[in-house]
């Protein structure tokens, strides 16, 4: 069990990462009840001031607690809680957050603290990048997704109503702290939805890793705090590797779009929300493994396991039926392409990425196999 090996004092302890970028590093910090004790996310903290963005569902349960402990350092502290859900990650929320910083005369160097998942840390995070040109940046992220993918990389945004993500910065946080006692409220599909992430990191990286995920898959399903303590600590270690060699997504980081082209087409096709983005990922995956059979990169077996273990993580492994034309046109949209090819990232072998195309008959029956 690599966690005994990372913590052999206790299974309780607090793990600490560093994400490597110059002068712009910061440290990841993950164990359970970091929020209740840490005294570190005061000390984090440099100004006297700090502003707290959530959500209406994270609020209740959370903000009290990081609030407090804050206000117990001697800051004051900003509360702004917004309307929860990805259709309010726009530029109306985002004003928002302006206009109580400014209400509450936030200065340059204040620090923005984000609470929640991805929606949350994404919004906070441009309003850090933005206001008054860049103040200080905290991310508390508490769904597996966020601690997992969306709170290491730097990137920040929010959505426009002709596209997701399209308006945003590069901008990196002084510091990450993942609670994974804050899991223990997470709704299923969202630990699900997270884990598809986690399945990622192994898949296109290390091999090892993915035969930790299968041995311990019952284990993150039930919420053991060192299991999952472990699948963030590695998913952050390979994400923060992937983002310091490519901090700006120039080729490389293309790689975490491993399910991405084939789940950007399912979640597009079935109409933003009816699939969570990890679920669509997880079921992209499954195709992409079947693309990389197709192609001679990997054997049954191997697809056969990465069925297996998105299916034991709670997320779908057979994909709707679009219609050829329909998926054809969903995935041709995709960021990465260029000249209008679609590019992969296919498994080659296990535990190793290959970005490509692929010819479209063998696409087409990849999908075919795919769907219901
Ligand atoms: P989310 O932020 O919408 O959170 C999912 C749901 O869980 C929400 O209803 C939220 O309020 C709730 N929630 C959060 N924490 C909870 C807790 N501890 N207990 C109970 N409920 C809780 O979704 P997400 O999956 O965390 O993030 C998705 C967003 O992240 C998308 O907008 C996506 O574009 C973005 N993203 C960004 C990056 C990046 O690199 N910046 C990477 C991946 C995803
Ligand atoms: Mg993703």
């Known amino acids: 069990d690599p966690q005994r090996l990372h913590n052999p004092m206790s299974s309780h302890s607090q793990i600490e990462l560093k994400v490597e970028l110059g002068e712009r590093s910061y440290p990841i910090l993950i164990g359970p009840d970091l929020l209740a004790n840490d005294a570190r996310l005061a000390a984090s903290v440099a100004g006297a001031h700090a502003a707290i963005v959530t959500n209406t569902v994270v609020g209740p349960l959370y903000l ?8 117990a350092a001697g800051k004051k502290v900003t509360e702004i809680v917004l309307p929860d859900g990805e259709e309010e990650k726009t530029w109306e929320n985002l004003n928002r957050i302006y206009g109580a910083l400014l209400r509450d005369k936030c200065d ?17 995070g441009f309003a850090a990048a933005t206001y008054m040109r860049g103040v200080p940046f905290i991310q508390v992220p508490t769904t597996l997704l966020s601690q997992v993918d969306s709170s290491v990389g730097g990137k920040t945004g929010i959505n426009h109503p002709l596209g997701k993500n399209m308006i945003g910065a590069f901008y990196q946080p002084q510091a990450v702290f993942a609670d994974t006692s804050t899991l223990n409220t997470l709704p299923d599909r969202e630990l699900s939805a997270g884990l598809a992430e986690v399945i990622k990191h192994g898949a ?3 091999a090892q890793f993915f035969d930790w995920i299968e041995e311990n898959i019952t284990r993150l399903m039930a919420r053991d705090p060192a299991a999952l303590a472990y699948a963030i600590q590695r998913s952050c270690e390979i994400k923060a590797d992937v983002v310091r060699k490519d901090e700006r997504e120039g080729g490389l980081r293309a790689i975490l779009n491993f399910g991405h082209t084939f789940g950007h087409a399912i979640e ?5 929300g009816a699939w969570l983005h990890g679920e ?15 192609l001679g990169f990997i054997d049954a077996a191997t697809r056969a396991r990465v069925t297996a273990l998105v299916r034991a993580a709670g997320l779908p492994i057979v994909a709707p039926d679009l219609g050829a034309e329909r998926w054809l046109e969903l995935m041709q949209v995709d960021k990465k ?4 090819q679609i590019r992969f990232i296919l498994l080659k072998p296990l535990g190793s990425p290959l970005i490509t195309t692929a010819p479209q008959d063998t696409l087409l029956a990849a999908i075919g196999a795919c769907v219901e």
């Open 268 to 272: 597009a096709g079935m109409g933003y």
């Open 280 to 294: 669509a990922v997880g079921c992209g995956m499954v195709m992409a493994a079947e693309l990389s059979q197709r």
């Open 108 to 124: 340059r160097k204040t620090t923005i603290v984000a609470l929640g998942g991805g929606v949350i840390g994404d919004m906070a």
């Open 204 to 206: 296109i990286i290390d």
């Open 64 to 71: 009290e607690r990081v609030a407090g402990a804050l206000r």
């Open 337 to 340: 392409n260029e000249g209008g």
